[in-house]
C-alpha cells in the first residue's frame, strides 16, 4: 500500500465519484470548543464512503474477470456501494447480507440490482455461503476492508481532506475517523501521511465494539465479543483487519470510543447545524470530536461515513436535540 | 441587474459561501422518469441560499454604512443570512421576526449574534417596527428580494447550477426553483440565461399561496389571500417583488405548484436518497420535478433552497416514505 495507489484510486474516481465538500457551523465550534470540520461521506453516490473503494476494486480489476461478477458480504454500507458500482460497470453483483439489516440497506441494495442473499448471522456462515456462490457462479470476493484496491479507493477521501483543510489554512488536526474494519482510517491515514504530515489520523468506535482502539493499546489485534445488535451496525467488525491494522498501528493516533447516546446527539446535531443525514455509526466521528475530552488540537476534522439509517431511528435521534 | 453584478457578487462570495455539490440518485430518476439534478442549498452556510444574497449584500454596501448595522424582516432563512453575513463583518444586526416563526430559525437567527425582534403578524406592522428601529439607530434595511444586490448573491447558484449541470453533460434542463419573493428564481434566471440558455426556470410555490405562477399566467402581480399558517413558512410572500417579478415574466416558463403532501414526500424521499434535510419551503421545487406533469425535459434540476425545519415537522415528513 502506499501513495500512488490512491492517486491512481483517484483518477479512476475521477467525475465517477462525487467530491464532498468540508462543511462548518459556528454553532458546532462553539460546542466542542475548536474549529470543528466535517466531511460528509453521507453525501457520497450510495450514501457512504463505501462506493470509492468499491468502484476503485471493480475499476482495477481486469475486465474479463470483472464481466464474470462480483460477490461482497455487507451489513449494507459495502454492499450498495459494490452493487452501485457493478451497475455502472454492468456486471452482476452478488451480496451477502446479514437478515437482521437495516430494512433500508437491503432495498438500497436491491434497488441498485444487485442480487440479495440474505442468512443468519447466528446460525449460518457467510463464508460458506460466499466460496460456494462464488465457484458456481465464478463470481469474484471483494472484501469489504482486507483488500489493497479498497483501502486505497477510500483514500482519496483522505487526499480531499487534506486539499481542502489546507486550502481554508488548517497545518495541524487532529482527523477522526469512523473506524470498522479499518480501510477508511488506513486509507486516510496513508493519503495524510503523504499530503498533510501535520494531521494525525484517530479512528472512533462505538463503546462495546472498541476492537480498533484496544489492539491500538496492546499492540495486537483484539476481538469485539459481539458481532450483532449495536446500534451503530455500520462498524461491528470482529476484530481490525490484517492489512489495515498495521498501517493504523504506525500512523493513528489513539482510538476514541463514544456512547450510544453521543453518537444519536451527534446525529441530531448535524441535523441542526448541517443538514445532512447521519446513520449512526457514521456519527461516532463528530460525537468524538464534540465531546471526547481527549482531544487537543485547535482544529479537528471528523468524517460523517455513512447516511443509510432507517427513518425510525432518524426520528429518535431528533428527539435527543 | 445584469450578470456583471452576478459575477461581482461572485467574486466576494469566493472562499466565503459553499459552492454546493450538485446531487442525484439513481431512485430519484427512475420516481420522475428522468434525470434529476439536485442543487441542495440547504448545505449552504446558515442552512439556505439567503447567504448568498445576504453576504453579497452587506459586502457591497460603503464600509461606514455597513458599520452603523443592518435591519432586516424575515421569518428565519433571509434572517439567518443577513446575522450570520453582519457577525461575519463584525457589525450589529436586528432581524425583525414573526413571533410564530419556526423556533429553530429564531434560535438560529440568535445564534450568529443578531438581536431579534419579535412582533404579531395579526396586530403588529413589521414595517413601523423597522423603520422606527432604523431611524433611532442609524441601521439599513436589506430587503430579502426586492434588493439588487440580494438577486445579484442569489444568482451565484445560478452560475454555479450552469457551470456543474453542463459538465455533466447537461445543454437542456427545466430548472425548478423554490419561489417566495423571486429573489432566487430571478438571480437564477439571470445567470442562466447568459451562461445556459437552453436551461429554463421555472418557480415552483405550494398549493394556496402560488401568486407568482398566477401573475405569470395574469402578467401582473397577483395577492396571496394569506401570509401566514402554511407548512412553507420561507416561502409565503404577499405577493411577487417589484424588481423580480418583471424578470421572471422576461425569463421563467410557467409557475409549478404542489402540494404540502408531497412537499413532505419530497423531504423524505431527500433524507432516503440524498442525505439531506430539506424544510418544507425548500423541499417544493424537488416535489415538482418528481411529481408534476408538466415537465418535459430529459434532465430536471431542482434546487432545495432550504433545511431550517423543527425536528417535530422533519420527523412528521420521514412517517411519508
Given at each position: 500500500?502506499?501513495?500512488?495507489?490512491?492517486?491512481?484510486?483517484?483518477?479512476?474516481?475521477?467525475?465517477?465519484?462525487?467530491?464532498?465538500?468540508?462543511?462548518?457551523s459556528p454553532?458546532?465550534?462553539?460546542?466542542?470548543?475548536?474549529?470543528?470540520?466535517?466531511?460528509?461521506?453521507?453525501?457520497?453516490?450510495?450514501?457512504?464512503?463505501?462506493?470509492?473503494?468499491?468502484?476503485?476494486?471493480?475499476a482495477?480489476?481486469p475486465?474479463?474477470?470483472?464481466?464474470k461478477?462480483?460477490?461482497?458480504?455487507?451489513s449494507?454500507n459495502h454492499?450498495?456501494?459494490i452493487?452501485?458500482?457493478?451497475?455502472?460497470?454492468?456486471v452482476?453483483?452478488?451480496?451477502?447480507?446479514?437478515?437482521?439489516a437495516?430494512?433500508?440497506?437491503?432495498?438500497?441494495?436491491?434497488?441498485y440490482?444487485?442480487?440479495?442473499?440474505?442468512?443468519?448471522?447466528?446460525r449460518?456462515?457467510?463464508e460458506?455461503?460466499?466460496?460456494?456462490l462464488?465457484k458456481?457462479?465464478?463470481l469474484?470476493?471483494?472484501k469489504?476492508?482486507?483488500?489493497?484496491?479498497?483501502?486505497?479507493?477510500?483514500?482519496?477521501?483522505?487526499?480531499?481532506?487534506a486539499?481542502?483543510a489546507?486550502?481554508?489554512?488548517?497545518?495541524?488536526?487532529?482527523v477522526?475517523?469512523?473506524?470498522?474494519?479499518?480501510?477508511?482510517?488506513?486509507?486516510?491515514?496513508?493519503?495524510?501521511?503523504?499530503?498533510?504530515?501535520?494531521?494525525?489520523?484517530?479512528p472512533?468506535?462505538?463503546?462495546?465494539?472498541?476492537?480498533?482502539a484496544?489492539?491500538?493499546?496492546?499492540?495486537?489485534?483484539?476481538?469485539?465479543?459481539?458481532?450483532?445488535?449495536?446500534?451503530?451496525?455500520?462498524?461491528?467488525?470482529?476484530t481490525?483487519?490484517?492489512?489495515t491494522?498495521?498501517?493504523?498501528?504506525?500512523?493513528c493516533?489513539?482510538?476514541?470510543?463514544?456512547?450510544?447516546?453521543d453518537?444519536?446527539?451527534?446525529?441530531?446535531?448535524a441535523?441542526?447545524?448541517?443538514?445532512?443525514?447521519?446513520e449512526?455509526?457514521?456519527?461516532?466521528?463528530?460525537?468524538?470530536?464534540?465531546?471526547?475530552?481527549?482531544?487537543?488540537?485547535?482544529?479537528?476534522?471528523?468524517t460523517?461515513?455513512?447516511g443509510?439509517?432507517?427513518?425510525?431511528?432518524?426520528?429518535?435521534?431528533?428527539?435527543?436535540?
Open positions: 500500500m502506499n501513495i500512488d495507489m490512491i492517486t491512481a484510486a483517484a483518477d479512476r474516481l475521477h467525475g465517477t465519484a462525487r467530491v464532498t465538500p468540508l462543511l462548518s454553532a458546532l465550534d462553539a460546542l466542542a470548543g475548536r474549529r470543528v470540520l466535517v466531511k460528509p461521506e453521507c453525501l457520497q453516490r450510495t450514501g457512504s464512503f463505501k462506493f470509492r473503494g468499491a468502484y476503485n476494486a471493480l482495477a480489476m475486465a474479463e474477470k470483472r464481466a461478477g462480483v460477490l461482497a458480504y455487507s449494507g454492499a450498495q456501494g452493487a452501485h458500482s457493478a451497475q455502472l460497470f454492468g452482476p453483483a452478488v451480496i451477502i447480507m446479514p437478515a437482521d437495516p430494512q433500508l440497506k437491503i432495498e438500497g441494495t436491491r434497488s440490482g444487485a442480487e440479495v442473499v440474505l442468512y443468519d448471522r447466528g449460518e456462515s457467510r460458506e455461503i460466499g466460496d460456494r462464488a458456481e457462479r465464478g469474484t470476493l471483494v469489504p476492508y482486507d483488500e489493497p484496491q479498497v483501502i486505497a479507493g477510500q483514500g482519496t477521501c483522505g487526499l480531499e481532506i486539499d481542502q489546507q486550502a481554508m489554512g488548517v497545518t495541524e488536526a487532529e477522526l475517523v469512523c473506524c470498522g474494519g479499518g480501510g477508511l482510517t488506513a486509507g486516510i491515514a496513508l493519503a495524510l501521511q503523504d499530503r498533510a504530515p501535520g494531521f494525525t489520523p484517530r472512533v468506535e462505538p463503546i462495546g465494539y472498541d476492537d480498533t484496544r489492539s491500538l493499546k496492546s499492540g495486537q489485534r483484539e476481538r469485539n465479543t459481539s458481532e450483532a445488535g449495536g446500534l451503530c451496525d455500520a462498524i461491528l467488525p470482529p481490525p483487519g490484517e492489512l491494522f498495521p498501517i493504523l498501528q504506525t500512523l493516533g489513539s482510538g476514541i470510543t463514544v456512547t450510544d447516546h453518537a444519536m446527539r451527534a446525529m441530531a446535531l441535523f441542526q447545524h448541517l443538514k445532512v443525514v447521519a449512526p455509526g457514521g456519527a461516532v466521528a463528530l460525537a468524538g470530536a464534540l465531546f471526547d475530552p481527549t482531544i487537543q488540537s485547535d482544529t479537528v476534522i471528523c460523517i461515513s455513512g443509510n439509517v432507517d427513518p425510525q431511528i432518524f426520528a429518535q435521534a431528533l428527539t435527543r436535540m
